[in-house]
């Protein structure tokens, strides 16, 4: 199984799925929420800020608003206030206000279960979309983030590619598709984990033995 783009063989792809449902039998995200508008908006306001962060954030967010209606009506000077701690909270704002009054012009008032539906939405692109199709409706996707995007190109599931939509495609083409959410959130927490960005954890991978990563470039193991 080759796209062009991958470096890795079948059994060297299948080895890494493996690996990773055996490390992270059940992946999720780490955001917290209990609908899938929650769970959206959380996303939003992830982008250039930590999970951890935004768990803080919409705790009292979530109490305040309890309905898509709330967030539609919501006051964006004041919701602005709200968010603020998670940067970016100007156009974050107008995404989430805007993504909650498209949801009940265009979809009665349900958040769409669908990648095409999804990416209508002000603010959500596929990364966004994918996060909510697989964390809150349980539909096959592959979100790439910056520890998929990192990893990815580092194990050699993709050859030196940077665009995180180019990688969410080459990912879905080599992994079955049961296997894809489980791939998205195990690569972000093996990222979190052992492949961090600037010191990877070389010595505690259990994938080392296939990893593409130019020689060069890894560390010594101890």
Known sequence: MNTGTCKLNKDEIDAVAAYLQHRYPEPKTALQ???????????????????????IVVKPLFERYKTIEDYAAADPTAFEEEIKSTGFYKNKTKMIIGAAKSILSDFKGVVPSTMEELVTLPGVGRKTASVVLAAAFGVPAIAVDTHV??????????????????????????????????????????????????????????????????????????
């Open 149 to 222: 995007l990192r990893i990815s190109n580092r194990l050699g599931l993709v050859d030196f590619i940077k665009d995180p939509e180019k990688i969410e495609f080459a990912l879905c083409a080599i992994f079955d598709r049961d296997k894809w959410i489980g791939v998205s959130f195990g690569l972000v927490l093996f990222g979190r984990e052992i492949c961090q960005a600037k010191k990877p954890l070389c010595d505690k991978c259990g994938i080392y033995s296939i990893c593409k990563w130019p020689e060069k470039k890894k560390l010594p193991l101890t």
């Open 33 to 55: 929420f209990s609908n899938p508008f929650e769970l959206l908006a959380a996303t939003i306001l992830s982008a250039q800020c930590t999970d951890k962060r935004v768990n």
